[in-house]
């Protein structure tokens, strides 16, 4: 309703009373969404409708027609419809745009945070009609596109967008820096020694967590995403209010480091993000874990016009570099480093080839019988046939199939290939060695389940090799895995044991068919008196667990004495052959199976090699 006289009373709260017939017309413009209100030549209220009154709240200010610019602010001021703006200059500069004789638009934010835009039209006589629309609304939601397109979902931290932004800025601010004149009016006292000026520099820092897709895949998407949440919590806790903490995609992080003094400032922050993320993170009851690597890359003022995919790429190579040196360290970026990246790189593509054209071989070590000496299995031992280095041992490839994903389907390959091999054995086992990545990985239960079927190799017939270190991450879910794989009749061997983190909590907590004793101790036993208590006390400990115990690495028949005396059931090595292809393999089987034939000893044929 437009009004040419004071509020009226059943406007007022509370006052109940019925209103009096109204014009339609001001009917309609109560109903409209906008404020409206029009002051005379004299720049006084002469009418407003229900809306203007409802946007700044001031139902019971006695708000009437005459009243100046002032009052009605002053009336405003004191529901909490002001504005920042002291009330008299803010009634001047109303009055000052609504005067002026043209129109305008001017967007004004409210003492509560509500947002306004006010249209005003000069009238013929001085005055003006002032339209006010409140776009609060339209403004949260604009910011929370805006806020959406430069952070991340998940964390709430800026995302590459916002941090080749900030970047960019700081490089700009750097060279501004560079490019200062140095001040005229300086005076400097010749006879004091020059004092060094350290140059500000900017870091850039890039992250990657240690273990989180094994980590990932254990707990699923849901325990990955919280883990990603409380990592990024964590990382912003040790930078400065000033500084840029972004995540970029999956589980990479990065940093932006401004008006540094020295690398050594860039170096505590890199040490301070790699101990806290390393704690132990408590999801719901259980306790999981990841680690961190960190590149960093240095600007100082002389380089500020590189460009900021260049400082991006160098923190890259730098982190590969940590990575590649045993991960949980930080790196700075050096000359030469590229060099590295694009062997690392051409490395890749190679073994990807290799996968594709089928290079890579079985050879298979025999697994002899101390007490019959006689061939009882053999393990599967994987070799790629290099096309410029030859014959290479997993040692040469295993760590970089597992950066480059490719472990999975090398893994497959060797389960399919040796279980298809065994298969025409009949009677003998084959050891299959898995990484702690296969393990990890979702669907292994499956997939050896269906080797099996398809190769026809019975399950008692297989093992499978852990290492101790494979326990030490997600034992929970470690220990289910290998569980289910005991279920079907396969046999779980735990290698090199006495290496690592032996803790004889995980030979209790899960029955391990076998337990193989590292090389290393078998070498030493007949000058270390240690490692002749070790391997004994390793055999007497299988015994009490009804576990069978194997040595490796056996190349003299006094070894063999020895670990038959402490009751060792099998052994590998040298002396019983090295690891041959396929068919040299079976060409040994052949042998055994003539000698055993014709009466004569049953001892495994020694090596021609």
């Known amino acids: 309703m437009l009004h040419a006289e004071p509020v009226p009373p059943e406007w007022q709260s509370g006052a109940g009373r019925a209103a009096s017939p109204r014009d339609p017309r001001d009917m309609a413009l109560d109903h409209i969404r906008l404020g409206l209100c029009v002051f005379d030549g004299e720049h006084r209220l002469a009418m407003f409708n229900r809306q203007f009154i409802t946007l700044y709240e001031l139902q019971d200010s006695g708000l009437r027609t005459g009243m100046t ?24 500069w109303l009055e000052q745009i609504g005067s002026a004789r043209q129109a305008s638009d001017t967007e004004v934010t409210l003492s509560n945070g509500r947002v306004h835009v006010i249209h005003n039209e000069p009238t013929s006589d001085g005055g003006w009609v002032a339209t006010v629309e409140d776009i609060t609304e339209r ?5 929370r596109v805006r806020h959406m397109a430069h952070h991340d979902a998940l964390t709430g931290l800026p995302n590459r967008n916002l941090f080749s932004e900030r970047l960019e800025r700081a490089l700009a601010h750097l060279h501004d820096r560079a490019c200062a004149p140095a001040d005229p009016g300086a005076v400097s006292d010749e006879r004091a020694p020059a004092e060094p000026q350290d140059e500000p520099l900017v870091a850039v820092m890039f992250l990657d967590l240690d273990g989180f897709k094994a980590v990932n895949d254990t707990l699923g998407h849901a325990g990955g995403d919280e883990i990603l949440r409380q990592v990024a919590r964590r990382i912003a806790h040790c930078v ?32 301070r993000v790699i101990d ?18 960190v590149g960093i890359t240095l600007c100082a003022c002389e380089d500020a016009e590189e460009e900021p995919a260049l400082l991006l790429r160098q923190a890259d190579v730098a982190l590969y570099q940590a990575k590649s040196e045993g991960q949980g360290t930080y790196r700075f970026f050096q000359e030469g480093m590229h060099a590295a990246l694009h062997r690392h790189h051409e490395a890749e593509c190679a073994l990807r080839r290799a996968l594709a054209n089928d290079d890579f071989e079985l050879h298979f070590q025999s697994i002899v019988a101390l ?18 280095r030859g014959l290479l041992p997993p040692a040469e490839f295993v760590a970089l199939a597992e950066s480059a994903g490719l472990i999975g389907e090398i893994g497959a390959w060797v389960l399919r290939t040796g279980c298809a091999a065994a298969a025409r054995w009949p009677g003998l086992c084959l050891a299959v060695n898995l990484s702690p990545v296969q393990v990890r990985q979702p ?13 026809g190799l019975p399950p008692h017939r297989l093992e499978l090799e852990i290492t101790e270190g494979l326990l030490l991450h997600d034992s929970a879910g470690t220990l289910s895995t290998l569980s289910r794989l005991r279920a079907l009749g396969v046999g779980i061997v735990l290698d ?24 290393s101790f078998v070498a030493n036993m ?50 019983f052959g090295r690891p041959r292809a396929a068919e040299a393999f079976e060409g040994l089987l052949a042998s055994a199976r003539t000698i055993a034939g014709s009466g004569a000893s049953q001892r495994v044929p020694q090596s021609q090699e």
Not at 243 to 251: F, P, T
Not at 254 to 269: K, N, W, Y
Not at 371 to 388: F, N, Q, S, T
Not at 496 to 517: A, C, E
């Open 371 to 388: 007490d019959r000496h006689r061939i009882v299995g053999a393990e599967a031992l994987l070799r790629w046939r290099h096309p410029e």
């Open 443 to 455: 669907g292994l239960v499956e997939q050896v389940t269906a080797v099996l079927a398809a190769t």
């Open 496 to 519: 090199d044991f006495g290496t690592g983190y032996s803790s004889l909590s995980y030979l209790r907590r899960f029955p391990f068919s076998k337990i193989k004793v590292d090389r």
């Open 240 to 271: 400065r209010g000033q500084d840029i903490v972004a995540r970029l995609g999956g589980d990479e992080f990065a940093i932006l480091l401004e008006g540094l003094r020295s690398p050594g400032q860039a170096s505590d922050v890199a040490r």
């Open 139 to 143: 403004c949260w939601a604009e910011a």
């Open 526 to 575: 007949s000058a270390d008196v240690g490692a002749t208590a070790i391997v004994e006390a390793v055999a007497t400990l299988g015994q009490r667990l009804n576990m069978l115990v194997c040595a490796e690495g056996i190349e003299t028949e006094a070894q063999v004495a020895m670990l038959r005396a402490m009751g060792c059931d099998e052994g590998q090595g040298y002396l």
């Open 69 to 92: 610019v002032r009052e009605i602010v002053d009336l405003r001021c004191v529901a909490g419809t002001g504005t920042t703006m002291a009330a008299e200059p803010y009634a001047c």
């Open 276 to 293: 806290i993320v390393s704690e132990p993170i408590m999801l719901e009851a259980s306790q999981t874990g990841v680690g961190v690597s």
